[in-house]
Structures are given as C-alpha cells and as structure tokens.
Nanobody, 127 residues
Framework: QVQLVESGGGLVQAGGSLRVSCVVS????????MGWFRQAPGKEREFVAA????????NYADSVKGRFAISRDNTKNTVYLQMNSLKPEDTAVYYC????????????????????WGQGTQVTVSS
C-alpha cells in the first residue's frame, strides 16, 4: 500500500521557521519527482516547491523563493520542506506529492503530474 505521510506542521509566529517532512512507503521513492503544494481556506491548491528524482533540479513558487528550501533523502524515502521567514499568508495545509515522471531531471509545478498525495499537515503562522 502506497503511503505518503507528512509531519512537522504546527503553529509558529511570523518570521519563524518550520520544517515539514514527508515519508513515502510502498513505491520506489528514487523513481519519483516530489512536490509540495498547499491549500489555504477558501483557496485552490497551489504549487510550492518540487525536486527532481536526482535532486539536481528544483522549482519554487515565486511567493516562497528565497524563504523555502526543498530537499530529499533517497536513503530515507523522505522529502523535506524547510520554511524560513514565515508569513501569515503561508498559513495552509501542506501536501506532499509523488510523481512518476520518467526522467531524472523534471520537477513538475503542476498537480496533474503527481499521482500520489499525502493527507496534509497544517501550518499556521500567527501575526
């Protein structure tokens, strides 16, 4: 059974930091591009960051560039999202996603490229 399990969310003050993690089981992690998306109340799910299978290619949403960092550890089947300088507008449920994209270098920004999703972890940033 394929599972993506996020953890590390919580409540943090504006300007603070948080790291969320996603552990993947039941599929070959090294064959997947991994992405983070988020959904705030009343808004559509949006792309945050993605990392290619190789870890060499990374994409970020403009809204998080310079503040967030995505990384992966293929030995632990885990993808991380380090979030610094958090703002109230970063408040959302954060989802990790796995996509079998077929090449080492793609880090897709669109949700339809990912076929497996986690349940999400809540991140709340207070002002």
């Amino acid at each position: 059974q394929v599972q993506l399990v996020e953890s590390g969310g919580g409540l943090v003050q504006a300007g603070g930091s948080l790291r969320v993690s996603c552990v993947v089981s039941g599929r070959t992690f090294s064959s997947d591009a991994m992405g983070w998306f988020r959904q705030a109340p009343g808004k559509e799910r949006e792309f945050v960051a993605a990392v290619s299978r190789s870890g060499l290619n990374i994409n970020y949403a403009d809204s998080v560039k310079g503040r967030f960092a995505i990384s992966r550890d293929n030995t632990k089947n885990t993808v991380y999202l380090q979030m610094n300088s958090l703002k109230p507008e970063d408040t959302a449920v954060y989802y990790c996603a796995a996509g079998r994209v077929g090449t080492l270098y793609l880090a897709p920004k669109v949700a339809r490229e990912y076929e497996q999703w986690g349940q999400g972890t809540q991140v709340t940033v207070s002002s």
